[in-house]
């Protein structure tokens, strides 16, 4: 069984721009969380979606945004990127989702630096 | 508001030696669990506990989940530099929907 997969794994964007993360989960999950971490955070929740929607949000600006495709893959988007927005991004997928208490496995993550 | 709180935040020890790793909160949580993250990669589940009281042993690695709830420790015996990691505790809550980490404790087996 496939695990998580996130693209890009490396990525340096400029003060400004705007950039957009993709994680397709393990196949039959219907639950995907983003997260943010960095050394001085630690990992961060940042949302979740389930079944296209939106379920749980956590402290971030609205900069940041998601959302989940029909196929339960998802995106995540940060505009008007800010020098601290540099952080290793991670998404994890699980069959029903954090609110079940279901195991939830993480993808490798995407390295995003802004310069 | 940091709910979790992980300890040491560092720890550097010899080969053969054992540690406990301490994660505790105010808050009652539904499941608490352990992962192992190592650099460039995401987290991997090491162990999810639920029950009040429930010890769960995995080789060298002892979790144990609090009575009420609201602490956990993971307890490595005669660890060895496969183990360096980061080692983080992350609590779950049935109605929150969230998953809150502790800082995590980054441990180095030297040989």
């Known amino acids: 069984k496939a695990g998580v997969t996130q693209t890009p794994r490396y990525l340096i964007k400029t003060r400004g721009q705007q950039v957009t993360l993709s994680c397709s989960p393990i196949s039959g999950h219907r639950s995907v969380s983003w997260y943010q971490q960095t050394p001085g955070q630690g990992l961060q929740f940042l949302f979740e979606?389930?079944?296209?929607?939106?379920?749980n949000k956590g402290n971030f600006p609205g900069r940041f945004s998601g959302r989940q495709f029909s196929n339960s893959r998802s995106e995540m988007n940060v505009s008007t990127l800010e020098l601290g927005d540099s952080a290793l991004y991670l998404c994890?997928?699980?069959?029903?989702?954090?609110?079940?208490?279901?195991?939830?496995?993480f993808g490798e993550g995407s390295w995003l630096t802004v310069v | 508001t940091q709910l979790l709180e992980q300890s040491p935040q560092f720890l550097s020890i010899q080969e053969g030696e054992n540690l406990t790793v301490y994660c505790n909160s105010s808050s009652v949580f539904s499941s608490l669990q352990w992962y192992r993250q190592e650099p460039g990669e995401g987290p991997v589940l090491l162990v999810t506990?639920?029950?009040?009281?429930e010890v769960k042993k995995l080789k060298r690695l002892t979790f144990q989940f609090g009575d009420a709830r609201k602490d956990s420790s993971l307890h490595i015996t005669a660890a060895q530099p496969g183990d360096t990691g980061l080692y983080l505790c992350a609590g779950a809550w049935n109605q929150g929907g969230k998953l809150i980490f502790g800082q995590g404790t980054e441990l180095s087996v030297k040989p």
């Open positions: 994890a997928s699980s069959p029903l989702g954090l609110s079940s208490g279901n195991t939830i496995y």
């Open positions: 979606y389930f079944s296209e929607t939106q379920r």
């Open positions: 506990v639920v029950t009040g009281g």
